[in-house]
């Protein structure tokens, strides 16, 4: 979808991407000035206020009654209400509760007479977000309308941020906002992956990969020191060009002024927020860093909204996985017992033939090919019984790396053929399993013939093992990486599902994967996929002792 | 009496191209298709083997070789089957089989089975 009316902004126009008015309202939000409008039934005072107000860059609206003022909220959508309590008809009081009604994100601001407490505390408790007093001069006008579109603004902020649980869309509008209340030049949100690098996740005004590599080193090295520093706390770098732990980092001349906003959940650091000005005196204020605080700990509740989230996904589907993988056992014990008699007649009538037969002739040939044909038959049925046998587990305390190391001895010299190297990493200190050695054997057997022909010219197979911890439990983890082919990403979730398969035909029954996650549940464990098209595969495996 | 064996299965298919495998190598063939007809032939006759299916639509294959190799202990029996799990020796309790036929099997894989008992009289 394109976005016809949305300024010529890379930003921006990522937005129109995902469905959702929350997502228009929030690119509204973003690019438009404050409107305000004010309710007064003096012309004088209501044009000095408009007036103090239009040269400071906001879009005003004016109306002269209360019943004005309600009128117009119905009809547009206003950030600010500047009320007179007195005027005829509807008072003040009155219309600020209806205008709240019909508008509860619009923030209001009470003029009353001097004096009149009672009226003041009354429009606070309406909802009012401060009062002033008549006569008042403009620069206190000034100071309240800000203070009340501060807030307005961080009001929009939260709901634009809480709006989704979808990560992707949360970090986009995470370094939106963050860009928008910092005034950044330049922003970027850098995670922490499985393996502990950092990565830029989502980021603003990075032109280029050279600048990309430019931040992300700054990004990796203020990690490494915010363990050691203070690791809740802001860090602001001021011409990081000229500070020693930086100075030789390219384009690091660009950058005028850097913050680093922390990202945590928990006491454990998650990665960061990185907000960069490149112009000169643009340092960052005491206010900045106030914002920046609310701000952090805002992202740092909405990460872990959809942190949680994903992992009820996750369990979901596991869940449906797991289903599926039961059904589809007991179906296959029964249907395979009803294929085999039919497959064994027609592969021994066909060998009968093959006997009588000159092997010049076209009907030999023809029955070689029915012979094969049964023969892959019979290699799906094998699977589909290995799958429906997985009741019959044989569980005893193991150690890992003995059915990995039987499953490779029994594998090398194929691999030996196909110029696949093994590299072994095996962590100290491995607890034992309580696992099914034989079904080990055939969940590593199966992941090692995936590698292998995911490498048809070669390459390496890197295979560790270390200790992990499930939940409150201890267990091992363990990884078997390929530099192959890889899996396409849409593909990536599938590749678990019985008989899905990207090999060609005939060469994979589309079980192995299937079976491997059967097993695994049944060890209490999980399997789980990574990827990169033409860089190669990674499967990791973690079973609690 | 020797070569004489005995095929025991619901399947016509696979008892047509299992009798033609081993009777083209000099075996006599005589078959049932469930088992009341082949403990019926088993009281008449004395066979060097049984091959015997453990599916039978009249009574349970494992019942079957129990009353064959009490009839006639020398009998060496095949067991038939299409799964995995009944590869298990006894396959009743007190009765132990020759050797195990998983389908789907080709010719070769009967004949081989045969030959090496053979061998090993």
């Known amino acids: ?545 | 009496m020797h070569k004489k064996i005995l095929i025991v299965d619901d399947e016509d298919i696979v008892r047509n191209y299992a009798r033609r495998a081993l009777s083209s190598r000099g075996w006599a063939v005589s078959e049932a298709a469930d088992g009341t007809s082949a403990l019926a032939l088993i009281e008449k006759e004395d066979f060097t083997a049984v091959i015997c299916d453990l599916k039978m639509p009249d009574m349970r294959g494992e019942e079957v070789i129990k009353k064959i190799k009490a009839r006639r202990p020398a009998v060496k029996i095949i067991v038939v089957t299409g799964s995995f799990s009944k590869l298990a020796n006894p396959i009743v309790p007190g009765v132990e089989v020759y050797g195990f036929l998983i389908k789907p099997f080709g010719i070769n894989e009967i004949r081989d089975i045969m030959e090496k008992m053979l061998k090993e009289e």
Not at chain 1, 63 to 85: C, P, Y
Not at chain 1, 261 to 289: H, Q, V
Not at chain 1, 408 to 427: D, F, G, N, P, Y
Not at chain 1, 429 to 437: E, K, R, V
């Open chain 1, 1 to 545: 979808m394109q976005s016809p009316s949305v300024p010529g902004n890379g930003l921006m126009r990522k937005f129109i991407l995902y469905n959702g008015f929350i997502e228009l309202a929030w690119i509204v939000f973003m690019t438009k000035k404050a409107r305000i409008l004010v309710v007064d039934d003096e012309e004088q005072i209501s044009e000095i206020i408009c007036a103090a107000l239009s040269s400071d860059g906001y879009v005003l609206s004016r109306a002269f009654s209360g019943e004005q003022g309600v009128n117009a909220v119905r009809k547009e959508k206003f950030d600010l209400v500047i009320m007179d309590i007195q005027m005829p008809g509807m008072d003040g009081i009155s219309a600020l509760g209806e205008i709240k009604k019909i508008d509860p994100e619009t923030e209001a601001i009470i003029i009353t007479a001097y004096g009149s407490m009672s009226t003041a505390i009354q429009s606070m408790r309406k909802g009012a977000f401060d009062y002033l007093h008549k006569p008042f001069n403009i620069a206190e006008l000034r100071t309240v309308v800000e203070r009340a579109l501060e807030k307005k603004k961080f009001n929009d902020i939260t709901k634009a941020i809480f709006s989704t649980i979808r990560s992707e869309e949360l970090l986009s509008i995470i370094i939106d906002s963050v860009t928008r209340i910092l005034k950044a030049d330049e922003s970027l949100l850098v995670l922490i992956n499985k393996t502990g690098k950092p990565y830029i996740a989502v980021s603003y005004g990075l032109d280029g990969q050279a600048r990309e590599k430019s931040r992300l080193e700054v990004c990796t090295r203020i990690l490494h020191r915010l363990p050691v520093d203070d690791i809740n706390a802001i860090t602001l770098v001021d011409e990081p060009f000229n500070d020693a732990k930086f100075t030789d980092i390219a384009l690091i001349g660009e950058i005028k002024f850097a913050m680093i906003l922390p990202l945590m959940e928990g006491n454990r650091l998650t990665g960061l927020i990185n907000i960069n000005r490149k112009r000169p005196n643009a340092y960052f204020t005491e206010n900045d860093t106030q914002r920046a605080k609310v701000f952090g700990s805002l992202v740092n509740l909405a990460l872990r909204n959809a942190n949680l989230y994903r992992q009820l996904q996750e369990t979901q589907s596991q869940l449906i996985q797991a289903e599926k993988m039961s059904v589809l056992g007991q179906m296959s014990g029964g249907l395979a017992h009803e294929i085999n008699n039919p497959i064994s007649g027609i592969l021994g009538l066909t060998q009968l033939l093959l006997e009588k037969e000159e092997r010049s002739t076209q009907s030999y040939k023809d029955l070689k090919d029915i012979e094969k044909a049964v023969f892959r038959c019979k290699k799906i049925i094998t699977s589909l019984l290995s799958f429906a046998r997985q009741d019959e587990s044989l569980m005893s305390p193991i150690n890992v790396n003995e059915p990995l190391e039987e499953t490779l001895t029994l594998c090398a010299h194929q691999m030996e053929l196909q110029r696949i190297t093994i590299v072994r990493k095996s962590a100290e200190g491995l607890p034992m399993i309580n696992a099914d050695f034989q079904q080990l054997m055939q969940v590593f057997l199966n992941l090692l013939t995936n590698a292998r022909d995911a490498m048809p010219d070669g390459g390496t197979i890197t295979i560790s093992t270390r200790p992990a911890q499930v939940g409150d439990k201890e267990g091992v983890e363990i990884t078997i990486a390929d530099t192959g082919v890889g899996i396409p990403t849409n593909m990536l979730t599938r590749v678990f599902d019985p008989f899905f398969t990207t090999k060609p035909v005939g060469r994979g029954t589309g079980l192995g994967l299937s079976v491997c996650l059967g097993i695994i549940n049944k060890h209490s464990g999980t399997i789980t996929a990574q990827s990169e098209p033409g860089k190669g595969s990674a499967f990791t495996l973690i079973i609690p002792t």
